[in-house]
Nanobody, 129 residues
């Protein structure tokens, strides 16, 4: 499976961005996909997860009222809509999940906030003050 993120960029504080994660090469309906971020000098943080297997959606408390995760099964894509962004949200954002749908279906509790073992290349989000 391949995970490819896009949609990052430079935005002013209070602005919005939509990140996309295209999942290719396997059974999208059996996947759970998490969104994670890694700020400079910090560890990777799980911020959201969606499970196509059972519709479960989860958020970290720090982003719950600002971020929305969704999926488009026709496009094998998971989205993260981010609103009212803060400078401290500056980080590389990754989508992550299981390496393969074999052994699935997969659920959020299996890969988020820990357990994902396959990642995209990341997309940089920079929020200016």
């Amino acid at each position: 499976v391949q995970l490819v993120e896009s949609g990052g960029g430079l935005v002013q504080a209070g602005g919005s961005l939509r990140l996309s994660c295209v999942v290719s090469g396997d059974k999208f309906e059996d996947y759970a996909i998490g969104w994670f971020r890694q700020a400079p000098g910090k560890g990777r943080e799980g911020i959201s997860c969606v499970s196509n297997s059972d519709g479960d959606i989860r958020y970290a408390g720090s982003v719950k009222d600002r971020f929305t995760v969704s999926t488009d099964s026709a496009k094998n894509t998971v989205y993260l809509d981010m609103h009212n962004l803060k400078p401290e949200y500056t980080a590389i954002y990754y989508c992550g999940g299981p390496r393969s749908s074999q052994g699935g279906p997969y659920y959020c509790q299996m890969i988020w906030p820990h357990g994902a073992d396959h990642w995209g290349q990341g997309t940089q989000v920079t929020v200016s003050a």
